[in-house]
């Protein structure tokens, strides 16, 4: 079968690197949910709600993560790869002004997705900033996804392969990683300082203390799986 080439990279490796970071991202999606589901029961059972307030709060987290939360994030992950997917299939690697079109065509998508737009309150005085934090994140992903699908090794089976390709050293997947993180930790901090952001009416602390706890177990495993695959 005769391999199909865009400029210099073979298309077989561009769809079989868009599965593999795909997959990597709904295994961190779920793992989130399930690191979140945990979090909560543990802070409803040492908390001091009462038995109308808990069940509620638990229903509302359940829900959230098994339809809204989970459908908004799948569809973030596809719009990521396809923003980057396409550049790449158009050859407009080099090109700033592609690039920025094609942020302002998938961004609006990505955000409508996102639990920012969904789960905040958008006459918030802190809206706006969370809307930016979140722009900046998926513009830091969309370029960590162009690199990813440059990768045009015939031996390429794991995200772990595809991290080593990228990011020679360990020092550079640390920066890279840190980087998304710290967009995260932005909006968490902006949520903490005024959860009235919250469209939530009930149980607002324990959802916030969950993100937050939450965020410090996500953190403290990628970067140990990071030092794993550098080993």
């Known amino acids: 079968m005769q391999k199909k080439y ?21 295994n961190q999606m779920e793992r989130s949910f399930q690191i979140g589901k945990k979090l909560i029961d543990t802070e409803l059972d040492a908390g001091l709600l009462n038995f109308i307030v808990k069940p509620v709060v638990k229903a509302f987290y359940s829900y959230w993560t098994d339809t809204d939360a989970r459908q908004g994030t799948l569809e973030q992950i596809r719009v990521t790869l396809d ?48 809307v930016e934090i979140t722009k900046d994140c998926f513009i830091t992903q969309v370029e960590e996804t162009l690199a990813f699908f440059q990768v045009d090794k015939t031996d390429i089976e794991t995200y772990d392969d595809l991290c080593r390709e990228v990011f020679k050293s360990k020092e550079d997947a640390f920066q890279s990683l840190m980087r998304q993180l710290d967009y995260n930790e932005a909006g968490i901090i902006i949520v903490e300082k005024d ?24 953190k403290k495993e990628l970067i140990e799986g990071l030092e794993n695959a550098y080993n």
């Open 195 to 218: 959860p009235n952001i919250l469209k939530i009416a009930t149980g607002k602390n324990i959802i916030v203390k969950t993100l937050r706890k939450g965020f410090e177990i996500t």
């Open 6 to 26: 865009i400029g210099v990279f073979n298309v077989d490796h561009i769809d079989r690197n868009y599965k593999i970071i795909q997959q990597s991202m709904i």
């Open 83 to 130: 923003c980057g997917k396409e550049l790449i299939m158009n050859g407009n690697l080099k090109s700033k002004d592609a690039f920025e079109k094609a942020v302002e065509k998938y961004f609006p998508i990505y955000l409508k997705n996102d639990q920012t737009y969904r789960q905040c309150r958008k006459n918030h005085s802190n809206f706006k900033k969370l």
